[in-house]
């Protein structure tokens, strides 16, 4: 029997991919596809329809995709994490030129950033801002960022949500000022030319718990060779000594498609954040590896905490309960 395992292309796939293309799965006994998703809308509906036997996921889709509140209800299981931070937030050339900020620090761009999308408002005229899906931490990250400067996002702005491997061109083109999305396609749009980092997510929640392994609840008790070979990839990918080997798989175009200089900035936590070179180092930029793999059910509090700020939610003690069950550390454990 083979699997089919699916992921979004960005650099915090690298658990999923490298535990496939460099053999880890082979290691276990298990065949198994990778298959790219352009959206993750369509990667929530693939798995939940049975499509995909498991995939590289946003932690909070896994719980809202499980809870029954994006896509159809799917009984999910993480008995995995693949990923802490890994996102920023970028602005256009045009955006970046009206913030003006004082400083090249974060609460100033905050400052800066609600300063303008407080006059856009009045001028009829709110700023768009991009992110990947309602059910993510790029969409809190962005509230957060905007809290900082004191402006509430939903009265002074447009949000939108566009997949990730087309999020930089939506900056590109002028149809978003703005967006959060992980790694590499913010780095993309400074390499481009056309876009401006100013906020980095391990700045605004630091060790966020970004992406999960998800897997059909009827999965869980035969998870444990999947489980084992994507944890050891993780460690793989977490090892400095092999940054060089994982950028090259990771940029391949049957991957992301890009420039590996990227990738490897990214993995070693130096963060060009304009397109004059300017560099951010943030050495926890993107975890893998053994600080994020253990499923964690405060993350989920955690998680339904922001749903409940984003007005998604109200959250009450059975739903902590139904969305703390769906991590699963006895999984992580049996895997020995």
């Known amino acids: 029997m083979r699997l089919a395992l699916g992921y979004v292309p960005l650099i915090d796939a690298a658990p999923l991919i490298a535990a496939v293309e460099g053999g ?11 298959v790219s998703e352009p959206s993750w809308a369509t990667l929530r509906d693939k798995l939940a329809l049975g499509h995909l036997d498991g995939a590289h996921m946003l932690a909070p889709l ?21 990923s802490l931070n890994g996102n920023a937030v970028t602005v256009s050339r045009p955006l970046w030129a009206e913030m003006a900020p004082e400083a090249d620090n974060l609460d100033s761009m905050a400052r800066a950033f609600s300063r303008v999308a407080r006059v856009r408002v009045t001028q009829g005229r709110p700023l768009t801002l991009g992110t990947v899906h309602p059910f993510s931490c790029h969409t809190y990250q962005l509230r957060m960022f905007a809290a900082r400067g004191g402006l509430d996002l939903d009265a ?30 913010n780095s993309v749009s400074v390499a481009e030319g056309y876009g401006r980092i100013v906020a980095l997510g ?29 944890r050891r990839a993780g460690r793989w990918c977490a090892a400095a000594e092999n940054r060089g ?9 049957s991957h992301l498609g890009i420039d590996p200089g990227l990738v490897r900035r990214a993995l070693a936590g130096t963060v060009v954040v304009d397109p004059d070179g300017t560099e951010r180092p943030a050495s926890r930029f993107v975890v893998f590896g053994a600080a994020a793999e253990r499923p964690v059910p405060d993350q989920a509090d955690w998680l339904l905490d922001q749903m409940g700020q984003a007005g998604q ?18 999984l992580y454990a049996a895997a020995g």
């Open 156 to 185: 002074a702005t447009r949000l939108v949500v566009i997949p990730p491997p087309w999020i930089a061109q939506a900056l590109r083109s002028g149809q978003i000022d703005g967006f959060c999305a992980g790694s590499p396609w």
């Open 313 to 330: 939610i109200t959250p009450t003690p059975a739903l902590s309960a139904r969305a703390r069950a769906i991590y699963r550390p006895d």
């Open 62 to 82: 896994a719980l809202a995709s499980a809870l029954g509140i994006s896509g159809p209800e799917t009984d999910l299981v993480v008995p995995l994490g693949l």
């Open 202 to 230: 391990c700045e605004l929640a630091p060790d966020c718990p970004e992406k999960v392994l998800a897997l059909p609840a009827y999965a869980a008790e035969t998870s444990a060779a999947l489980v084992r070979a994507v």
């Open 245 to 253: 080997e994982l950028a090259s798989l990771l940029a391949h175009p």
């Open 24 to 34: 880890f799965t082979a290691a276990e006994g298990l065949a198994v596809d990778l």
